[in-house]
């Protein structure tokens, strides 16, 4: 980044004062825009820096240019330039850091700049410099909802060739604009006999100053290059109305250069090919473009001398840039007469800053020359530092400026953007990805790429698309093929390794193959800390909570004083889960709430599963005021998120608080889409998987067919997860099986699915799933066994068997749901369909919808002969 | 930009207030509405032409909406200043 983009020009001594603009300025101090709009060369930026400067008023100044119409670079500047109004703490806080640019959408960002903007203590102007050059239609918007949600703390001026695409109308209709135009900033003839006199110390007589004026129209740049080029010798300037000022200047300057030294006018050229300059980058273009030229000290004070459109850039002594449009023309008459020259000095000037560190700016240059390779080069080498602190999305944004075409051919590009979408969870680019090197022929690659594919294959077979046995194979291949020891690859590959053996049901030798690697290596290495992360791994898909908290605790001293970027959000979430699963509240949310702080760090979908577990620990607690903020918290960060993935996750936690309350049947209609379609990649070991939420609320309220459905699709899952062992879930899964099983009156067989599900838990040391069923359906304990061994286990948990009436089950009304027994029952006592409404806390049109239900099952017309059945039964 | 015989560059003045007829391609769509602000709408049935007729301040004015129309891809077919009284 580049902070000379957050400075305003510095005024030069020969500039002259606009009193009546700058005034003009100052009474507009209170509107919510100032637009400047004029073409270049009319002196905008100099007016507003003088107005600023006369004032001495508080203000973000920043220079656009083409590469902020990338949001994120956009972004980060933005903010750096908002800082600089003095109130930075606000500012600070907007972003936690910036991955979180990358999964928020964008209405949310606009969200947080407002509220942040708006907290900002004092009054600043917001200044948009070179506002023409951004096109992304985001960066309006933001820019837009700034001007018009009347902040009165920040007055946006924007300074541009030409007008913003914003709905003006209104704003100049209400005068909370001040326009300032070509025919306001042009030179009028007392000011150009101003300049004249203090800045040239020229006299000329009137006429010549009529004659100035009316062939530059008022257009300063215009009047200053033509006293430039008039300053060499006597040139005749013809009055041509047809030709139109720009290529007056291409002559003019062409004039100019016939006039001075080839040399010292070859490397202005030279230099208006960087956005800005200094003695350091003269030099080294002199070097490598022009054999014994002058030095750069003397060129550069020529230059002052010559006063040639140099703009010195405030704050930074000794950087420079030219006036944009002198720039323009140096660089168009370079680039048409020698345009092999401006390809190779790009080229040259790129190593030069690579070989200085400045990686930002020698990927900049090398795509400017075309020269994808060495930027793909550059990637290449720089790739592995920037992961280790990962800092993926500056990847990301080189990558977006390296055409489709040659990313395709680039194997190490191709292999960085698969990391790129597992770090953002883009499935569907990463698997055509994989395709892509496959089809490429990747195993002919050097064996370091081939390896790093088979990583990223193996991750796939994993966690995206479960085929362990694949993936085993190919992270084994992966690690034979290259061996490496680095944060993001070499150490993951073996947490990813562990993690299929687990999944092909050898984990105990996962267990000692990282047993090994940890003796093997040192206590502060990652290796280390990766071996112990790979037995949390194991353990939470094994089911043994007590042994992933012993070995989580063991993570949490490992990672002491690391400065793994990963770590401390990982053992957080590992406390938080394994709390969770054993009932603990105190725990969980202590774990999870410091979780929360490091929001964005890892991949929204586990941070959202921390949130999960905060709403569901305080739902079973029947803290419903917790639960409900929490719910607020999760549904807004699901609308805030552009991945419309979470707004799912965010209604199966809503359905399963509903379901703790006793009202899942609200949430049928929600339950039943999609879901038959069971993937296990899913499952993992999530706090919330809304495919088995969908079950959960099925089980208890669906119809009996729908319950017998949702048994199948539960031993298919059931299966699924075996064939993986994953046990995370096996608790849960055999008690939805009882409840499915009770719901269709199978009472032996969902004993037998309870007493399992009874014992399973006790042994892998889970109490949350036992005490969320007994909070949903306490009845179905009724069933067990005192004598057997599990009621001992029930009983340890602290609970009873349950005091709730026996449901109407003698009624011999099986088919009917559990809550159309519940109507049933209350119709019988006499209630009324309002009274009944209000005691389930549902609508009376739900409950006329489920008498209607009642009626078609008992095959009866009205509510007297549905009784009438009934008590004859 | 497609020139076409009824675009007459030389009668803008740049830096005076005119009232202008842009004649692009294309549908009526949101984002052209959120563009276009209170200049006239003129849709011929039958075919994809859109006129457009509005009073600018200046060439800045003008080049900003040109440039906002080709950044959500209308095609500009002319640009006319309107004889005004």
């Known amino acids: 980044m580049l902070t000379t983009k957050l400075n305003r020009p510095t005024l030069s001594k020969d500039l002259i004062h606009r009193a009546h603009l700058v005034e003009k300025l100052e009474e507009s101090r209170h509107l919510p825009l100032i637009l400047i709009s004029a073409p270049a060369g009319y002196g905008k930026s100099v007016l507003v820096s003088q107005w600023l400067n006369h004032y001495q008023k508080d203000f973000s100044w920043l220079s656009l240019d083409e590469s902020m119409n990338d949001t994120t670079t956009f972004i980060s500047y933005f903010i750096d330039s908002l800082e600089r109004s003095g109130d930075s703490g606000k500012i600070q806080k907007i972003f936690k850091n910036k991955q979180e640019l990358h999964f928020l959408s964008w209405g949310a960002i606009i969200d947080r700049i407002i509220n942040a903007v708006n907290q900002i203590q004092k009054n600043f102007r917001l200044v948009l410099d ?37 709905q003006l109308r209104e704003l100049r209709l209400y005068q909370k604009m001040l326009e300032l135009r070509m025919r306001d900033l042009r030179f009028d003839k007392s000011e150009i006999h101003e300049l004249l006199s203090t800045a040239y110390d020229m006299k000329i007589s009137d006429s010549d100053v009529n004659s100035l004026f ?5 257009w300063v740049l215009a009047i200053r290059m033509f006293l430039l080029a008039k300053s060499f010798s006597d040139l005749e300037y013809e009055n041509n109305e047809n030709n139109i000022l720009a290529h007056d200047l291409d002559r003019l300057m062409f004039h100019i250069s016939e006039n001075i030294d080839p040399k010292f006018f070859r490397i202005m050229q030279l230099c208006a090919l960087f956005d800005q300059f200094d003695k350091e980058l003269i030099n080294a273009i002199c070097k490598f473009a022009i054999a014994d030229s002058c030095s750069a000290d003397t060129f550069l004070s020529q230059l002052v001398e010559l006063n040639f459109f140099l703009i010195p850039i405030r704050d930074l002594q000794g950087k420079f840039r030219f006036h944009h449009l002198i720039g323009d023309i140096l660089q168009r008459q370079l680039q048409s007469s020698e345009p092999a020259l401006v390809n190779s000095i790009y080229n040259q000037i790129s190593k030069w800053f690579s070989e200085k560190g400045l990686v930002d700016e020698a990927v900049q240059y090398s795509v400017k020359a075309n020269n994808y390779s060495r930027a793909c080069d550059l990637i290449k080498i720089h790739r592995e530092a920037l992961l280790e602190k990962g800092q993926w999305w500056v990847l990301q944004r080189w990558i977006k400026n390296i055409p489709r075409q040659i990313r395709n051919s680039h194997v190490d590009l191709l292999i960085t953007e698969l990391l790129i979408c597992e770090e953002t969870w883009n499935l569907a680019d990463l698997s055509s990805i994989l395709k892509m090197l ?44 290259f061996y490496d020891e680095s944060a993001m690859f070499g150490t993951l590959r073996e947490v990813i390794i562990a993690t299929n053996r687990q999944m092909l049901g050898k984990s105990d030798l996962a267990l000692k193959a990282l047993d090994e690697i940890q003796e093997k290596f040192d206590y502060s290495s990652i290796m280390q800390y990766r071996a112990v992360q790979g037995k949390v791994f194991i353990h939470l898909l094994s089911g043994n909570f007590g042994s992933a908290a012993s070995d989580s605790k063991k993570l949490q001293f490992l990672a002491q004083g690391s400065d793994f970027y990963y770590a401390e959000c990982w053992i957080y979430y590992f406390l938080g889960t394994i709390a969770f699963q054993s009932h603990n509240e105190k725990e969980t949310k202590q774990a999870f709430t410091q979780m929360l702080t490091l929001e964005g760090r890892l991949h929204y979908r586990l941070y959202f599963d921390a949130l999960s577990g905060l709403t569901l620990i305080s739902s079973l607690k029947r803290d419903k005021e917790t639960t409900n903020s929490f719910l607020e918290q999760m549904r807004q960060l699901a609308t805030n998120l552009n991945n419309p993935k979470f707004q799912d996750y965010s209604d ?49 309220h669906g119809s009996i067919q729908l319950v017998k459905e949702a048994l199948e699709v539960l031993d298919t899952i059931e299966g699924a997860l075996n064939e993986i062992y994953n046990k995370y879930h096996a608790v849960d899964i055999a008690l939805l099986k009882a409840i499915a099983k009770y719901r269709i009156g199978d009472s032996d067989s969902a004993k037998k699915s309870l007493e399992k599900a009874l014992l399973l838990a006790e042994s892998s040391e889970v109490s949350r799933p036992i005490l969320e069923a007994y909070q949903v359906l306490p009845e179905l304990f009724n069933l067990i066994n005192p004598s057997n061994e599990s009621f001992h286990a029930f009983a340890r948990f602290g609970l009873n068997k349950s005091t709730a009436k026996e449901n109407p089950e003698k009624l011999n009304i099986q088919e009917l749901t559990i809550r159309e027994q519940e109507i049933v029952k209350l119709i019988s006592d006499g209630l009324r369909n309002k009274e009944i409404a209000d005691q389930l806390h549902i609508s009376t049109v739900t409950v006329k919808s489920h008498l209607t239900n009642i009626y078609r099952k008992l095959e009866v017309t009205n509510r007297t002969s549905m009784l009438r059945i009934i008590r004859n039964q | ?75 500009i077919l002319s640009v006319r200043i309107l004889e005004t009284d």
């Open chain 1, 130 to 166: 070179d506002y023409h050059l951004i096109k992304n239609p985001d960066i309006h918007q933001l820019i837009k909802v700034l001007i018009n949600e009347n902040l009165i703390n920040v007055q946006v001026v924007i300074i541009t060739r030409w007008d913003p695409p914003f």
């Open chain 2, 1 to 75: 930009m497609k020139r076409d015989e009824q675009t007459d560059y030389r009668k803008i003045v740049p830096h005076e207030s005119s009232v202008y007829q842009i004649k692009i391609s294309g549908k009526v769509t949101t984002s052209l509405l959120a563009i276009v602000g209170d200049m006239q709408i003129q849709k011929h049935p039958g075919n994809d032409e859109i006129n457009l007729i509005g009073c600018f301040p200046d060439q800045s004015a003008l080049l900003g909406i040109l440039n906002a129309l080709n950044d959500i891809r209308h095609e």
């Open chain 1, 652 to 700: 199966s936690i809503r359905a399963r608080v509903r379901w703790h309350d006793g009202q899942g049947e609200k949430e049928l209609d929600w339950a039943i889409q999609d879901w038959v379609k069971q993937p296990t990649g899913k499952y993992l070991f999530l706090i919330d998987v809304p495919e088995l939420t969908k079950l959960r609320i099925i089980v208890t």
């Open chain 1, 438 to 481: 496959d089809s490429i022929g990747i195993e002919n690659s050097n064996p370091k790429d081939f390896s790093q594919y088979l990583f990223h294959l193996g991750y796939y077979l994993t966690y995206v698309n479960p085929d362990p046995k694949k993936a085993e194979e190919s992270l084994e291949k992966s690690k034979a093929i």
């Open chain 1, 214 to 218: 009316e062939n530059t129209e008022g």
